[in-house]
């Protein structure tokens, strides 16, 4: 008998072995060799999503749920899907949306109120200035491109991206604008436009990534290093992912290592908490950047000074940063002999285009069905619009200018 059962659980292993999947690559492995499918050089906005997409199946039946769900939420977001990319950020195993608490008082408490003045009071004095922000979501990036030329204006000279590869920067500081290679997150058009909004304006671009096994305590350095080091009057400011600009007395952040080494406390912006907390009457409030105080968060996960309720809506945005001088919107119209579903519509500047293929366009937008026109708002320039289909071909491409 014993003899039996021991086949029997020998055969049933075997059987098991031979219908096992196996476990699929990473999806941002995948989702990168899917990126570079098209002209060399250049970044493919589409195929990462369908790639990812097909296998969703088997993504979901492995143990790389997690990751698939980012990676899914950060190329949607590149891709300008904004609403799917918040969609995918929440599936995430072990993520739970808070229950939306509503007001039972006769007299709720005031809506917050508008953030930008109290940020921009602040920054007045301070040295250093850092935000943080949701890498999948860009109105982080979009509120710091907006307040850019007031902070020039106070004597801010540098910008701190966590987002920029090193190997870049002179290239960078040439160009005035990103190309494929200048970083990862820096391929996300909002992102891309954050870059040449502080070049024009005059910033100095520093990257002080850091992928070590002390990465906060490294980063820290490496920003010290390029800005107060050398020029200790500078003025600095910062933008960096989710608890690096924790303030947490026992946080080994890079903010807590940036105080501990130069002795200069940081003013910190927090921008990812508040639109979690899940408050009925914050849901209702038009777009725009509100302040948060500290008492009315239910999680405070991260010790900040400010705390910022970001509801800006990015994805009908341009690459204006809320300038008046892009508040009209230009209307394309698609040839339909040219649409080809699914495809994608990329925006870039025409000097840009020109000199660099791999150039970060200002605008992509997925093209819906049977969707035969777009509207975008942009500053004044010579743009080519280019419509390409998910093998990266170009379909349909058309210069134009924007008064």
Same mark, same amino acid.
């Not at 020998?10 to 476990?23: C, D, K, Q, R």
């Not at 946080?251 to 200069?264: D, E, N, P, T």
């Given at each position: ?113 508008? $953030? ?22 860009p109105r982080g990036r979009w509120l710091v491109g907006s307040l850019l030329p007031a902070l020039y204006q106070q004597g801010f000279r540098y910008l701190a991206l966590e ?49 070590? $096994? ?70 209702q409030l038009p777009p725009g950047a509100y302040l948060v105080p500290p008492a009315r968060l239910p999680n405070r996960a991260l010790t900040c000074d400010l705390y910022v ?95």
């Amino acid at each position: 008998m014993k003899l039996q059962l021991a086949g029997w659980l020998l055969g049933a292993a075997l059987l098991s072995a031979a219908w096992a999947v196996p476990e699929p690559e990473n999806p941002f492995v995948l989702a990168g060799k899917a990126a570079r499918v098209g002209p060399a050089g250049s970044v493919n906005y589409l195929l990462p999503l369908l790639e990812l997409r097909r296998q969703r199946l088997a993504y979901l039946r492995s143990t790389q749920a997690g990751p698939y769900w980012q990676a899914m939420a950060t190329y949607a977001a590149m891709a300008g899907e904004l609403d799917s990319a918040a969609y995918y950020w929440q599936r995430q195993p072990g993520y739970s949306s808070p229950p939306s608490i509503g007001w039972r008082t006769a007299a709720p408490p005031p809506a917050p109120e508008p $953030a930008r003045d109290t940020i921009l009071a602040q920054t007045k004095h301070r040295q250093l200035v850092m935000f943080n922000e949701e890498h999948t979501q860009p109105r982080g990036r979009w509120l710091v491109g907006s307040l850019l030329p007031a902070l020039y204006q106070q004597g801010f000279r540098y910008l701190a991206l966590e987002g920029l590869e090193a190997a870049d920067s002179a290239g960078l500081r040439q160009r005035g604008y990103p190309v494929a290679t200048s970083g990862f997150y820096t391929n996300e058009p909002h992102f891309g436009n954050l870059i040449r909004q502080a070049r024009q304006l005059g910033f100095h671009l520093v990257a002080y990534e850091a992928m070590s $096994a002390e990465r906060e305590r490294d980063q820290a350095r490496n920003l010290l290093a390029i800005t107060l080091g050398p020029h200790p009057q500078a003025r600095v400011v910062v933008l960096a992912g989710h608890s690096h600009i924790n303030e947490n007395s026992t946080a080994q952040s890079m903010a807590a290592w940036v105080r501990k080494l130069s002795g200069i406390d940081p003013l910190t912006i927090e921008q990812t908490l508040a639109g979690q907390a899940g408050q009925l009457r914050w849901q209702q409030l038009p777009p725009g950047a509100y302040l948060v105080p500290p008492a009315r968060l239910p999680n405070r996960a991260l010790t900040c000074d400010l705390y910022v309720l970001n509801r800006l809506q990015p994805a009908e945005a341009g690459n204006g940063f809320g300038d008046a001088s892009a508040d009209n919107f230009t209307h394309l119209t698609l040839p339909a002999d040219s649409l080809r579903p699914p495809q994608v519509l990329l925006v870039y500047g025409q000097r840009e285009k020109q000199a660099q293929p791999g150039a970060v366009p200002v605008a992509v937008r997925c093209l819906r069905p049977r969707q035969a026109s777009m509207y975008l708002p942009l500053r004044p320039g010579t743009y080519v619009a280019e419509l390409r289909d998910a093998a990266g071909h170009r379909c349909w491409q058309k210069n134009f200018s924007v008064q």
